[in-house]
Structures are given as structure tokens and as C-alpha cells.
């Protein structure tokens, strides 16, 4: 177990943890240019269709959001957590009403936040009575 960090919240972690999140990483992020493309008009590769595709994106992303929160039970109260939580909503809008400008929408969301400073993506929002938030 690592130690505390700034909100005293001891994050959990394990051997292999690090790489997992990297080939978490790598697939997501090769199923989002992928979903990308087939939304701005590219034809899909045999037997990847934008739902199999689309579905990558899902299963790659709640795998991310999976590990993250093994790793913190507050993640889903902190920036990072909520704007998971944000995206995941936007992109079940994204498979009923797929659109280039939504797409874009989520990709820039998705960048801001994951390459905000730590400070920033791991701030406390949403504070609990055991847990108070940093001013």
C-alpha cells in the first residue's frame, strides 16, 4: 500500500498495477481513434462494426474506472471521478445519437482532465463526513 496522499487517503495497489493501466490505456485509446473514425465516415474493418468498436471503448473505460476506484475509494468524489462519471453518460447519449461534435466533445473532456495537474484531477468535490475536502 502506497502512502496517504495529500487528502490522507491510502490508495491501494498491487505488483502488476502499473502496467495493467497502461494496456488499459493503450486499448482505449485505440478503440476511441477507432470509434472516431468510423464516426467521421470511415468504413468499419471486417468484422469490427461501430458497436463492437464502441463496446471496446465501454469495456476499455470501465476497466479504467474499475482499477482507479481499487485504488481510491473517493475517486469517484474527485474531479477525475466525476468527469468519468460524466463521460460515461455522454457516450451512452453518443450510441443513441452518434455525431462528430458530441465525439469531439467527450475526446476534449477526456484530455483536459487526464493531463490537468494531479493537484487538480484528484481535488475532493464531493465531501463525506469522515472525509473532509482540501481547501
Known sequence: ????????????????KRWLSVMLRTWHLM?????????????????????????????????????DLYASQLYLRTVAGVTALLKLVLVAVLAFAPGPLLFWTVVALSTVVSHAPATFRHRVLISSKAQPTRS
Open 31 to 67: 478503440s476511441v481513434i477507432a470509434l472516431g473514425a468510423l464516426l467521421l465516415g470511415a468504413a468499419p474493418l471486417h468484422g469490427w462494426p461501430v458497436g463492437r468498436v464502441g463496446g471496446a471503448v465501454v469495456v476499455s473505460g470501465l476497466a479504467m474506472l474499475a482499477l
Open 1 to 16: 500500500m502506497r502512502a496517504p496522499r495529500d487528502d490522507q487517503t491510502p490508495r491501494r495497489d498491487f505488483r502488476a
